[in-house]
């Protein structure tokens, strides 16, 4: 970063004095004639004003960067490799990436899993740094951070680095704020987590989740619905507004936002309110449906299409982030609780069928393309599934 000489900042000093700026950039907004004739400067002292000015407020020097260095981009690893491989790296530093599912697909079981990930060494796929935590949806869950922390650990760095990586290490540097409203949520983003980023030691960003203040206009049913739409066109101001304060925060603090997102009902077009009563769940039996070997094919692979549901927040939003993730559940048999299947049928299914099953989708990223495996959740958090596990 150029740093001004005593002459230089004499020159500053007096540009912002008489503008009556309190900033550098505040200077620049004005026209170039404007500046000249309100700082008193010749054309050679206000041409050399300016350029202080610009490095002083744009130091773009300091943002230019070599191919060499580009190439060595820092991931924050998921603890497996084969999921690491999916997603391109794992979750990239610098970026902001969506995590969407159904309710109790795992979204928060994965943010969990990189809170932890995020603070291991570097050497093992971590970026070595703190992690802020916004819980918009109740309570933060300690206790399950507590007892991932543990099996995490000693599956990436094995289990001889288990004890000097304690999950009181851990839950030390995960700053937590749970938020119950929009304003507040509005408040820690303005003054809280800048604050926190500022130290320079946070390398991943957790709001789990962006939908929960900002997907419903909770009263809507007291307003005009010129006021309604009023609501929704704000809404999407301060989304824009959330999105350009993530991407500048990560590309300057070098680290990653990962924002929670939920889903919403998508309904057939030219269809009417009886396509509701179909099976929506992928290869789970419903009451209006005993089709087992429609079962069976739906149960290979999973899609958001088939289950009829699609991320909310809409478009807008969808291209404010770099990267999603999406997380699907295919409930077994015994979790379904199917009546019109008799047991005699439910016997003869194949044990894949009577499980519950996970996938994990990137769905669309520029550093890898679309596809999806098995996943299967367990005491350390996501992991591929076993070839055996997923036939």
Known sequence: MHTPTDEEQALLSKCIAKVGCEEAHQCLLMPYAEFLRTAGLGPEEGRRAWELLSRLAYPWEDRCQSALALAEERWITTGDPQIDALLGGGIRLGSIVEIVGESAAG??????????AAQLPRSVGGAGGDVIYISTEGAFPTQRLADMAGPFVARVCGRGAAPSITAQRIMRHVQIAELDDMETMFHALDYKVPALLSAGTVRLVIIDSIAA??????????????????FYKERSSHLVQMGARFKRWADQYDCAFVCVNQVTDVFPAGRGASASAEPTRIGALSEQ??????????GEFASMARTRKAPALGAMWANIINARIMLYQRRGLAAAACPRVDADAAAALPAHLLRTRRWLENAFSPWAPRAQCEVVLGASGFQHAPLEASS
């Open 107 to 116: 979204k928060t079981q994965l943010c969990l899993q990189l809170a932890i």
């Open 213 to 230: 203040h900002t997907r419903f206009d909770m009263s809507a049913g007291e307003r005009a619905p010129d006021d309604s739409r009023a």
């Open 289 to 298: 449906s005993t089709d087992l070997s429609q079962m069976d094919s739906q």
